[in-house]
DNA sequence: TTGTAAGCGTTATCAA
DNA sequence: TTGATAACGCTTACAA
């Protein structure tokens, strides 16, 4: 049988309530008392049930990180950053897979939350913009944090980048090197990222005095068919672009084997860039300038904001980087 | 207030023990009784407590997934698999990244048992290795699974492809393209498949005749960075090979870059080819070979093998697919 | 086929 | 600073 309480406050001839105590670090012990409890703890190799706390307490000490995203890279880097944390707060990760398109998408989270007692929600985008999780999580008022914002930043703390300036200033880059017509690949429509990317995109252009053309727009979701498909476009036309900004780096991989189908000459006679939401830039690499995000991080940010900080209005901006390979434009 | 088993039962007119019976599906329960507690339920839209379930009745509904593997896309893709099985059952997964070679490896495991009261453990590569952890699981008498097999397959049911098999079938392709000089890369150490995987690859040499040749070797992590040292330590060889076979695409994809940088045309002047464990092998298609793994379904027949099977020695030996591009040989 | 009562292993309340 | 006792919301005997 394994040990219970009453076995630890037997040995160390207390009683239950005082092991309680020191289990979960409360005041008001002696430090000659802790040290007997502890002691027994060791000796019997006890870990307190979490069902037991849970029911007792009507908190379970485990958080849930709910992503809808078809980026394993990002997800799983956010996971690592999120599972770490939890482990130093003494807390448990619950990872969960959502369907934000699904019919019973919010009734799979509220049964989530009831059955477990949930103790906070991690919402990475693009769940953390479905307004009516929000309204339901606000309205049960259980504590939950976004990666990746939002519209209305005082509705909860949130971890993200800036993913306006880093798309901004990467097209800044793309223009310092001399190109005038730069492709864009819209990110998945679900995203806030993809609407962020394009703003920043649109931001470099009117501060560089080059007129946005939605001709050199195309759209895709965030994965690598999508980016190949995009580049085609964006090469088939009358006056191709001379660089290619996409808004993710599975998409940038696309546009990379596409160029390397057309025979096309990298990077002298193509620029290509993208946002690294997936390390895919790696397999890409260097043709590719990148903008990095630090993934783990976001997960550490989030879930700091959520164990720690009770203000609603908290934010944690991450540094992002710019990684940049030079290249030429075909024309000037 | 959250409805109680005690509600619906007023609700409902019967005990609560009658209502406990209708949620676990229990046998013996009146048609119409069972009618009329669905209705409660329903009606109260109750949600038991997992706390509750869990102290009660001396189990969780939840199994763990352990791994600690450097490929975000491999374990992704199982996560998909084991969650949406689980859901099927009516139970919850639980993702945990481990550390095998941190010191408190298995009490971490341990504890994770003995917390929540764990129903039973998935074991991904090379966590099911680890015979420490192996024999306690054992000892405890707590169900697990293994994928990616291992040694003693007698041990715990499990579910894997054949990678001898696969890695034989790729190398015969290469031979039948008309390679003699074939490299290979070794993947990580830790990871079993590492090792069948070269065994596949020399019995496919022996099958065809030609003799292993250990300067062909070169080992790597499964990483895209030591798939670009292994290639140039392969490619720097007085006879470099004219095909190289790496033991995961995210080797091959360092192969792949590093042919790009010293401008070797492909697949002419170099066959390319890898196990597709992550999905990389899309971004630098259609240079590669790959070997094609059901990543989801593996999750998926691991859950069902854990859920449904009683015995020990059940197997699941998933279909592999072997996808090929071809090319000419340099030399013959 | 259904119901009654006694736990499960903690935390919370309140008193000492 | 400590301890007794009653919850917490279920399941498991056992009875009817």
Request: charge should be neutral; include cysteine.
């Amino acid at each position: 049988m394994r040990p219970t309480i009453h076995d630890v406050a037997h040995v160390a001839g207390v009683s239950i309530k005082t092991v309680s105590r020191v289990l979960n670090k409360e005041k008001h012990v002696r430090e000659q008392t802790r040290l007997k409890v502890e002691r027994a703890v060791e000796q019997l190799d006890f870990r307190p049930s979490q069902a037991a706390r849970a029911l007792a307490g009507n908190r379970s000490f485990q958080v849930a990180l709910l992503y809808d995203n078809p980026s394993p890279y990002y997800i799983y880097h956010i996971q690592i950053g999120v599972s770490q944390r939890c482990h130093e707060h003494g807390f448990r990760a619950i990872f969960q897979p959502s369907d934000i398109h699904a019919s019973d998408f919010v009734e799979r989270i509220k049964a989530l939350i009831d059955e477990t007692r949930l103790d906070g929600l991690i919402l990475s985008s693009p769940v953390g913009d479905q307004n009516n999780l929000l309204t339901t999580l606000k309205q049960w008022g259980i504590p939950f944090v976004r990666i990746d914002a939002g519209e209305d930043l005082s509705l909860c703390p949130a971890a993200f980048i800036d993913d306006v300036a880093a798309a901004k200033a990467m097209t800044l880059h793309l223009v310092a090197l001399g190109h005038r017509e730069i492709g864009f690949i819209v990110g998945h429509p679900d995203h806030r990222s993809a609407y962020n990317r394009l703003q920043g995109y649109k931001q470099g252009l009117q501060q560089s005095g080059i007129a946005f053309d939605d001709r050199l727009l195309s759209h895709g979701l965030y994965t690598f068919e999508s980016g190949r498909q995009a580049a085609d476009d964006l090469l088939n036309l009358p006056n191709p672009p001379t660089a290619i900004f996409a808004s993710n780096d599975d998409m940038a991989a696309g546009v990379l084997s596409v160029a390397h189908a057309r025979g096309i000459k990298l990077p002298d006679q193509l620029s290509i860039a993208g946002f690294d939401d997936t390390d895919m830039a790696r397999a890409v690499w260097p043709a590719l300038s990148t903008i990095r995000q630090p993934l783990q991080e976001l997960g550490r940010a989030a879930t700091d904001l959520l164990l720690q900080a009770p203000s609603a209005t908290l934010q944690r901006v991450l540094k992002y980087e710019l990684i940049l390979r030079s290249s030429t434009a075909r024309r000037k």
